[in-house]
């Protein structure tokens, strides 16, 4: 007995002491700062995985994975993993064993984030201390590191060679999370100070990146939270600068291009081929192992997929699919809901689920795929954010 008592008392300490938020904190700017590399995953599997398995008893996690969320997510995972069956290249083994292996991965960080979340409510301070000077790294390189045929452009570089507009969704997430922490009325004055450098410096990096999804869904974001919090007269000044910085990206040589006519990304018309496909196919959709790539015959070229996650969805599981993925959505924005009426300081689980949906209807590309920031930043970490609230929520009653 004195042993277990022992063991109860040091994992009591280890939560107390916040050192799993910590980690996970540290993990989540690595999207920031270290993304693709070998350090950011090998910290996923032994700093965030392993801890929460060691560390965590039985009686927290089965919780969070009898979550309704939890089940509902488990269910569409599951259901795409099954669609492989009809896939035309479903056969493929490598592929196979990757889509079951992020699946994996992808309900792994999920409970990971509940139990470890569920457990600190302070967890968003701590992500703030780690975030905004990431935020900064990355600021001053993206400064210093403009190139010259686009002078007036920023992009976070660092690991993001290849696409650097997936290293903006991180820097989009600390707009968030330094938003709640500045309106938190119980934070000390350094929490807000730092929440405030971490909101204006996240609009204005988004602003010269001219990431219109990223701008649209922190903005969004910002304004349900101070209508929240009913905090209107900074929400008249919220919706006066956004009209007066429309106007100078339109109006002024500010940036490089106009946030209206921006006609190469041709979301409408690689929406509706996406559609078509979809009809092609409605009830199960074409596996998930489908071509990812939309073909715009209008246009007589391909695109990179159907940037919105739920027309991805349906291409590849059909309306069967589509109802699963819009399941999770409602699941977990209830339950996100209940927890900030119960707790009114308690609304970013929610906040970060609207941020994500709003990015992923723009550049939602794949569901199970391997560590990237738009799903596992825009869906994933939300839900175990989410489930971990509600938790704690039922327990203190």
């Known amino acids: 007995m004195s042993a277990l008592k022992t063991v109860h008392d040091w994992r009591h300490s280890v939560f107390s002491s916040g050192v799993l938020t910590w980690l996970l904190a540290a993990f989540v700017a690595g999207f920031l700062v270290a993304y693709s590399t070998r350090g950011h995953r090998d910290f ?23 979550h309704p969320a939890f089940i509902a997510l488990f269910a569409l995972i599951g259901y795409a993993l099954l669609s492989q069956l009809w896939s035309e290249s479903g056969q493929s083994g490598d592929l196979v064993f990757d889509r079951i292996r992020w699946a994996i991965l992808a309900l792994a960080f999920v409970g990971s984030v509940a139990v470890i979340l569920g457990k600190d409510s302070n967890w968003p301070e701590r992500f703030l201390i780690v975030l905004v000077p990431a935020l900064y790294i990355v600021f001053v390189h993206a400064w210093l590191n403009i190139e010259e045929s686009s002078r007036q452009t920023l992009h976070n570089t ?37 929440g405030l450098l971490g909101v204006t410096s996240s609009f204005t990096f988004l602003f010269l990146a ?41 109006y002024s040589d500010v940036l490089t291009r106009s ?24 009830l199960f959709g074409e596996g998930l192992n489908s071509p990812r790539e939309v073909y715009v015959s209008g246009l007589g070229r391909y ?3 159907a940037h919105n996650i739920f027309l991805v969805v349906a291409i590849f599981g059909g309306l069967v699919g589509l109802c699963l993925l819009v399941n999770v959505y409602g699941i977990a924005s209830w339950t996100a809901i209940k927890v900030g009426v119960v707790d009114d300081s308690n609304w970013l689980p929610f906040l970060l689920l609207v941020f994500g949906c709003i990015n992923l209807s723009f550049v939602g590309h794949e569901l199970i ?18 489930i971990g609230a509600d938790v704690a929520r039922k327990a203190r009653q």
Do not use: M
């Open 44 to 66: 996923l599997y032994f700093l965030v995985f392993l801890p929460s398995l060691c560390l965590v008893s039985w009686r927290d996690w089965k919780p969070v994975l009898l």
């Open 158 to 194: 660092l690991f993001y060679h290849e696409n650097p507009i997936r290293g903006s969704v991180g820097i989009a997430l600390v707009g968030v999370v330094s938003l709640v922490c500045l309106l938190r009325s119980d934070k000390q004055i350094f929490f807000r100070i730092l």
């Open 210 to 250: 001219e990431s219109r999804g990223l701008l649209l869904a922190l903005f969004v974001s910002s304004l349900l939270l101070l209508a929240l919090k009913r905090c209107w007269w900074i929400l008249g000044v919220a919706v006066f600068l956004a009209v007066a910085g429309f106007i100078v990206a339109e």
């Open 259 to 282: 946030f209206i006519d921006r006609g190469s990304s041709r979301r409408f018309e690689i929406w509706l081929a996406a559609l078509e496909r979809i009809a092609a196919t409605p």
């Open 303 to 305: 695109f990179y997929s």
């Open 369 to 386: 795929y391997r560590v990237e920031p738009h799903v596992w930043l825009g869906l994933w970490f939300p839900l175990g954010a989410i």
